[in-house]
């Protein structure tokens, strides 16, 4: 299963770092996505990983302000989000896509139905 954690109250122009643990399994050959949802908003993708770290997405909203990374010997992934603003604020999950040693691509990694393990959201508030 993923967990995800890191989530919170924050005020504009702050920052947080979410992290997705992995456990039962190995995230070596998964490349992974952090999907968001705001209310009576649909679910969408923020950033994805490939497997090896070698490549990284970015939806245009969060570019320059979000990066992800990986840390496969701690079996984590992390989104360092800066320069937080209001409309960032969802609920945030991470989700693990099977691809061996394979890249990804945007589309890929951003169609929920592509995912084999969703981790619980955490909450992220960006409000003064």
């Known amino acids: 299963q993923l967990q995800a954690s890191g989530g919170g109250l924050v005020q504009p122009g702050g920052s947080l770092r979410l992290s997705c643990a992995a456990f039962?399994?190995?995230?070596?050959?998964?490349?992974i996505t952090w999907f968001r949802q705001a209310p009576g908003k649909e679910r969408e993708g923020v950033s994805c990983?490939?497997?090896?770290?070698?490549?990284?997405y970015y939806a245009d909203s969060v570019k320059g302000r979000f990066t992800i990374s990986r840390d496969n010997a701690k079996n984590t992934l992390y989104l360092q989000m800066n320069n937080l603003l209001p409309e960032d604020t969802a609920v945030y999950y991470c989700?693990?896509?099977?691809?061996?040693?394979?890249?990804?691509?945007?589309?890929?990694?951003?169609?929920?139905?592509?995912?084999?393990?969703w981790g619980e959201g955490t909450q992220v508030t960006v409000s003064s």
């Open positions: 039962g399994f190995t995230l070596d050959y998964y490349a």
């Open positions: 990983i490939s497997s090896s770290g070698g490549a990284s």
């Open positions: 989700a693990a896509d099977l691809t061996y040693a394979r890249g990804t691509t945007w589309f890929r990694c951003t169609t929920p139905r592509q995912m084999d393990y």
